[in-house]
C-alpha cells in the first residue's frame, strides 16, 4: 500500500493541460513496438494494472515496471470494456499499418485499377480501427458501421477516380496529390457516420469532479471539430518529386516502393502522436453554451456553482 501512495493507475502520467504533455503522452501509447508482444505479455500487464486499482501490487514492482503495464493496457485493451483489441485496430497499429496502405496508394496512383484497390483497402482499414475504438457508452450498431463503410469507401473511390481522370494532363505533383484528396473527402463522411450516435444523441457531461451532468449535442459537435485528422501523405509526396530529379534515384525504380513507405512511415511516428496532442481529450464547455434543456437543468441543481462541463471528445 505504502508502494501505491499517490499513485494513480488511470490517470495520464503526464500533464493533459499541455501540448508537450499531450504529446508524451500519445507517443507513449502508440509505440509500434508493442504491436509485438504476446498475448500472454499483454494479460501480464493487464493484470498489474487490475491490482494496483485494488490497492495491492506484487512485492518488488517499481514504478517504472508499474507504468510500462499502465503504457501496454491503454495501447491494447479497450478503456469502456477491458477487452483486449485485435491488434489492427490498436493505435500503436496505427504506425505500421498506415505506412504500409499510405505508402502504396501514394505509389500506386497512376491507374483507375490501382487507386481502387488501395482506396478500398485503406477504407476497410479505417473500419476496423473505428469499430476497434468504439465507444461502448455510444454503441454503434453492425448496420450503422456497415453503411458507414459503403459510403465512405463509395466516396473515397468516386473522388479518388475522378480526379485521377481529371489529372490526367495536370502536372506529376498535382496527381500525386489524389489520394490525398480521396482519403479527406472519405474521412469527411466517415467520421460523422460512425459517431452518429454521438451526434443525435449527445454525450455525457460532467462537472469538475466527474459527477454526471446530462447529455449534451452540442459538446458531441464541438468534439468533432476539435477531431484532428492529419494525414501523412501531403509532404511526402513533395519529397518524391524532389528526389526523382536526382539521376542516381531515377535508375533504382524497383526501390520507389520501398522508400515511398519508409518516408511515410518516418513522418507518422511523429504525426500520429501529434496530431492526437492538439487538443486536450478532456474538453471543457461553458454551461452558457449548452441546449435550454441542460442549461436549465444544471442551474436548478446546481445555480452558479458549476460554470463549465467537462467531456472525453475521443479520437
Given at each position: ?86 491488434f489492427i485496430g490498436r493505435m500503436s497499429f496505427q504506425v ?220
Open positions: 500500500m505504502a508502494a501505491l501512495k499517490g499513485f494513480d493507475i488511470d490517470a495520464p502520467r503526464w500533464d493533459q493541460s499541455t501540448f508537450m504533455g499531450r504529446l508524451k503522452h500519445f507517443f507513449n501509447i502508440t509505440d509500434f513496438r508493442t504491436v509485438l508482444l504476446s498475448d500472454s505479455r499483454l494479460d501480464e500487464a493487464k493484470a498489474l494494472v487490475e491490482s494496483c486499482r485494488a490497492g495491492s501490487i506484487p512485492p518488488g514492482t517499481t514504478e517504472e515496471q508499474r507504468y510500462y503495464a499502465k503504457k501496454l493496457y491503454d495501447s491494447a485493451f479497450h478503456p469502456d470494456t477491458g477487452d483486449r483489441m485485435n505500421p499499418g498506415g505506412m504500409a496502405i499510405t505508402g502504396f496508394m501514394l505509389q500506386f496512383y497512376r491507374t483507375v485499377p490501382a487507386v481502387v484497390f488501395w482506396q478500398w483497402v485503406n477504407q476497410s482499414f479505417n473500419a476496423l480501427v473505428n469499430y476497434t475504438n468504439r465507444n461502448a457508452a455510444s454503441p454503434v450498431t453492425p448496420k450503422q458501421i456497415g453503411v458507414a463503410y459503403v459510403t465512405a469507401t463509395s466516396t473515397a473511390l468516386a473522388t479518388a477516380v475522378g480526379l485521377n481522370l481529371y489529372t490526367k494532363k495536370a502536372p506529376p505533383l498535382v496527381a500525386r496529390w489524389v489520394p490525398f484528396a480521396a482519403v479527406a473527402a472519405a474521412n469527411c463522411v466517415n467520421i460523422p457516420m460512425m459517431r452518429q450516435q454521438e451526434i443525435l444523441n449527445g454525450i455525457s457531461v460532467t462537472d469538475e469532479d466527474g459527477n454526471k451532468l446530462g447529455h449534451s449535442r452540442k459538446a458531441s459537435s464541438r468534439g468533432l471539430f476539435d477531431l484532428p485528422r492529419f494525414l501523412g501523405f501531403d509532404i511526402p509526396p513533395i519529397l518524391k518529386r524532389k528526389t526523382q530529379s536526382f539521376p542516381h534515384f531515377r535508375k533504382i525504380t524497383f526501390l520507389h516502393g520501398p522508400l515511398q513507405v519508409m518516408m511515410v512511415g518516418v513522418f507518422l511516428v511523429f504525426m500520429v502522436p501529434a496530431a492526437c496532442s492538439l487538443f486536450p481529450q478532456k474538453c471543457s464547455m461553458a454551461v452558457s453554451k449548452l441546449e435550454p434543456e441542460l442549461r436549465e437543468s444544471i442551474v436548478s441543481q446546481y445555480g452558479d456553482r458549476v460554470r463549465f462541463v467537462y467531456f472525453n471528445k475521443g479520437l
